[in-house]
């Protein structure tokens, strides 16, 4: 029970901090402020209907200049996970900052680090 609660107001706090770049992102739990760490070295992107992944992969590789192998479907419709790795937190906000420019995609947010040290969208 503890879990879903912690995953469901994590989600809620995603789905309302997703602009807020350079805000904390952190959600209450029994009264207590729980900060939650945002990393760029992974960000979600999500595409429209009318691009194919393949599309959208070949799209993203060349506007970012990454590997083929870093950007990955999810389980989620028309989803995908581009992995920014090493690359400072600056160029990765710009790669972010430059989807976000790009017709065919409907939304891009950076992932967020849960306690148990992994990746969550």
């Known amino acids: 029970m503890k879990k879903t609660l912690v995953a469901a107001v994590l989600a809620i706090s995603v789905l309302t901090c997703v602009h807020a770049q350079n805000e904390a992102v952190y959600y209450y739990y029994k009264g207590q402020k729980s900060y ?45 996970v581009i992995h920014l790795g090493g690359k400072a937190d600056q160029i990765a906000k710009n790669a972010v900052s430059l989807l976000r420019t790009k017709a065919f995609i409907e939304y891009v947010h950076p992932c967020l680090i849960g306690v148990s040290g992994k990746y969550a969208s």
């Open 36 to 80: 939650v760490p945002v990393t760029y070295q992974r960000v979600v992107v999500c595409v429209k209907n009318q691009l194919s992944f393949t599309g959208a992969k070949s799209s993203i590789v060349s506007l970012l200049s990454v590997k083929q192998d870093s950007v990955k479907k999810t389980s989620t419709l028309n989803q995908l």
